[in-house]
T-cell receptor, first 111, second 112 residues
Framework: AQRVTQPEKLLSVFKGAPVELKCNYSYSGSPELFWYVQYSRQRLQLLLR??SRESIKGFTADLNKGETSFHLKKPFAQEEDSAMYYC?????????????FGQGTTLQVKP | DTAVSQTPKYLVTQMGNDKSIKCEQN?????MYWYKQDSKKFLKIMFSYNNKELIINETVPNRFSPKSPDKAHLNLHINSLELGDSAVYFC???????????FGPGTRLTVL
């Protein structure tokens, strides 16, 4: 079954502390994974995708096929990072592609 | 502004009523989606359309009927609203079935 699991509903850290939001997936093919973020009262937006291997707003995520994980990391959290973070897996190909989202993790960065 | 827009932003209605939510994108994408975000913030796909053709229907009750008059618009009509339909509904668009999707601001539907 295709599934994305984010085990933490809430992650609370202090400003300047490292952050790791966990994401595990279950997918039989070659996975394509994403992190989306929803800031308070804003729309959901793409943060990063694994094929780009980029760092956005100081966040990085590495696909680990052995552990079927795609954890999101940032070395020093900022208060403006407080938001809901969704890990997503693209399922299907071509026009039948769709995103399967994890349950979401709320990141709370305290001053 | 290039974006995905939805109307209305808030919708409060009684059980049994019929309501519609409209979505428009001016990004030139050929694929549009409806997602439902429930009270626990769980986000799940409902439908996708590509060039006005229904591609994905994720076992949504047939009280929900999407309509795509053209590839820039995807509307959602809901008949006989139930309490369990209360949620935030997000429209999104992408090129093909790409995982990089652009979301609308959401419509918060409250059924009383």
């Amino acid at each position: 079954a295709q599934r994305v699991t984010q085990p933490e509903k809430l992650l609370s850290v202090f400003k300047g502390a490292p952050v790791e939001l966990k994401c595990n997936y279950s997918y039989s093919g070659s996975p394509e994974l994403f992190w989306y973020v929803q800031y308070s009262r804003q729309r959901l937006q793409l943060l990063l995708r694994h094929i780009s291997r980029e760092s956005i707003k100081g966040f990085t995520a590495d696909l680990n096929k052995g552990e079927t994980s795609f954890h999101l990391k940032k070395p020093f959290a900022q208060e403006e990072d407080s938001a809901m973070y969704y890990c997503a897996l693209k399922s299907g190909s071509g026009n039948t592609g769709k995103l399967i989202f994890g349950q979401g993790t709320t990141l709370q960065v305290k001053p | 502004d290039t974006a995905v827009s939805q109307t209305p932003k808030y919708l409060v209605t009684q059980m049994g009523n019929d309501k519609s939510i409209k979505c428009e994108q001016n990004l030139g994408h050929d694929t549009m989606y409806w997602y439902k975000q429930d009270s626990k913030k769980f986000l799940k796909i409902m439908f996708s359309y590509n060039n006005k053709e229904l591609i994905i229907n994720e076992t949504v009750p047939n009280r929900f009927s999407p309509k795509s008059p053209d590839k820039a618009h995807l509307n959602l009509h809901i008949n006989s609203l139930e309490l369990g339909d209360s949620a935030v509904y997000f429209c999104a668009s992408s090129q093909g079935g790409e995982g990089t999707q652009y979301f609308g601001p959401g419509t918060r539907l409250t059924v009383l």
